[in-house]
T-cell receptor
Framework: QKEVEQDPGPLSVPEGAIVSLNCTYS??????FMWYRQYSRKGPELLMY????GNKEDGRFTAQVDKSSKYISLFIRDSQPSDSATYLC???????????FGTGTRLTIIP | DTAVSQTPKYLVTQMGNDKSIKCEQN?????MYWYKQDSKKFLKIMFS???????INETVPNRFSPKSPDKAHLNLHINSLELGDSAVYFC?????????????FGDGTRLSIL
């Protein structure tokens, strides 16, 4: 079993819909949680970064962390075609630089 | 200005050859990384350097040797290339260690072994 599990999709939703992307993890030592967006033939781009449990909002994006359930989510409101990409969750332990990634969810927003 | 830049972007070569990939960051970061992304998009860390010192060395074949001439550069040399080395290799950097700083990625080097 992988340390971080992420539904690979693909996920297709109509423009304007709310998108929910999720990851589960098995290691309770993870403290920092990130969401990256990766366009085709580009590097991962940091979208959201949270420490421990709670919510964080940035524009149309909201990241949620529930450490008791070992579950993190990324919500995208008013989705746009430009949001079409692969979304990768990533996490790391306190004092450890190693990032552990999920396998990524491929998202397509249909105009 | 590109923050984390890698060269070359594409590398096509024969099995058994030796090749190098270069990475430079102009963000003033102390820590740099190499990741491998396989055909299923799974990203896995290979190495990390902090101020030219190796701090992460995952279970990578010793045909892969990173070199950091200074904290703005981290190169990856691969000896005796094998078919399974075909992947996208990403370089990343972060401000410092031990503070949970997020990592910033380059656009990758696509390595294809014939």
């Amino acid at each position: 079993q992988k340390e971080v599990e992420q539904d690979p999709g693909p996920l297709s939703v109509p423009e304007g819909a709310i998108v929910s992307l999720n990851c589960t993890y098995s290691n309770s030592a993870f403290q920092y949680f990130m969401w990256y967006r990766q366009y085709s033939r580009k590097g991962p781009e940091l979208l959201m970064y949270t420490y421990s449990s709670g919510n964080k909002e940035d524009g149309r994006f909201t990241a949620q962390v529930d450490k008791s359930s070992k579950y993190i989510s990324l919500f995208i409101r008013d989705s746009q075609p430009s949001d079409s990409a692969t979304y990768l969750c990533a996490m790391r332990k306190l004092g450890n630089e190693k990032l552990t990634f999920g396998t990524g969810t491929r998202l397509t927003i249909i105009p | 200005d590109t923050a984390v830049s890698q060269t070359p972007k594409y590398l096509v070569t024969q099995m058994g050859n030796d090749k190098s990939i270069k990475c430079e960051q102009n963000l003033g970061h102390d820590t740099m990384y190499w990741y491998k992304q396989d055909s299923k998009k799974f990203l896995k860390i290979m190495f990390s350097y902090n101020n030219k010192e190796l701090i992460i060395n995952e279970t990578v074949p010793n045909r892969f040797s990173p070199k950091s001439p200074d904290k703005a550069h981290l190169n990856l040399h691969i000896n005796s290339l094998e078919l399974g080395d075909s992947a996208v290799y990403f370089c990343a950097s972060s401000p410092s260690t031990g503070r949970g700083q997020p990592q910033h990625f380059g656009d990758g080097t696509r390595l294809s072994i014939l």
